[in-house]
């Protein structure tokens, strides 16, 4: 199964700033299936990106996809207080689907 | 309003058997797939199975194939997730989703239904 790292684990920031979340694949995800989700403490995760870089129905523009192969990226541009949360991508290129440990953004 | 309704937390003894329920609503139950995410307390998400409720095809995660079971009655647009014989290592949050394909993201979450094993 292919194994995703995402790094850093936890990235502290202040509202306005812009994060930067990565997410490494063990091997090649086909057809750039890779999504990430937002999960806030209680709640289920939400799906904000898929297919690498297209966003969910109601995402906000300051989120972003990108990447292909082995290396992918989340991009907030502009933090708002709401998006302090941990992400987490996931592969659903095969079977089975596999997510990341998830990044821990939190407030600095 | 389009969503799956999970039922309520359950507690239960080791040994014990359970069957967990996700209800859809919204939207034509049977032209998407339901599947079936663990997490664990403070930890990650974990894909188990899906089960597509048109035709019952039911497929697994390699590491809970014959660990638990997924079935769908789509007659009431319910999905289920059960144990014959819980473990405390089952403790978990178990969440259902909604998949287009077999292969696609989870556009659609349920609340959770938080299952606690202890003697």
């Known amino acids: 199964e292919i194994v995703l790292t995402q790094s850093p684990g936890t990235l502290s920031l202040s509202p306005g700033e812009r994060a930067t979340l990565s997410c490494r694949a063990s091997q090649s995800v086909s057809s750039s299936y890779l999504a990430w989700y937002q999960q806030k403490p209680g709640q289920a995760p939400r799906l904000l990106i898929y297919g690498a870089s297209s966003r969910a129905t109601g995402i906000p523009d300051r989120f972003s996809g990108s990447g292909s192969g082995t290396d992918f990226t989340l991009t907030i541009s502009r933090l708002e207080p709401e998006d302090f949360a941990v992400y987490y991508c996931q592969q659903y290129g095969s079977s089975p689907s596999t997510f990341g440990q998830g990044t821990r953004l939190e407030i600095k | 309003e389009v969503q799956l309704v999970q039922s309520g937390a359950e507690v239960k003894k080791p040994g014990e058997s359970l069957k967990i329920s996700c209800k859809g609503s919204?939207?034509?139950?049977?032209?998407?797939?339901i599947g079936w995410v663990r997490q664990m307390p403070g930890k990650g998400l974990e894909w188990m199975g899906i089960i597509y409720p048109g035709d019952s095809d039911t497929r697994y995660s390699p590491s809970f194939q014959g660990q638990v079971t997924i079935s769908a009655d789509k007659s009431i647009s319910t999905a289920y997730l059960q144990w014959s014989s819980l473990k405390a290592s089952d403790t978990a949050m178990y969440y259902c989703?909604?998949?287009?394909?077999?292969?696609?993201?989870?556009?659609?979450w349920g609340r959770g239904t938080l299952v606690t094993v202890s003697s």
């Open positions: 919204g939207y034509s139950f049977t032209s998407y797939w």
């Open positions: 989703v909604r998949q287009f394909a077999p292969l696609s993201s989870f556009d659609l």
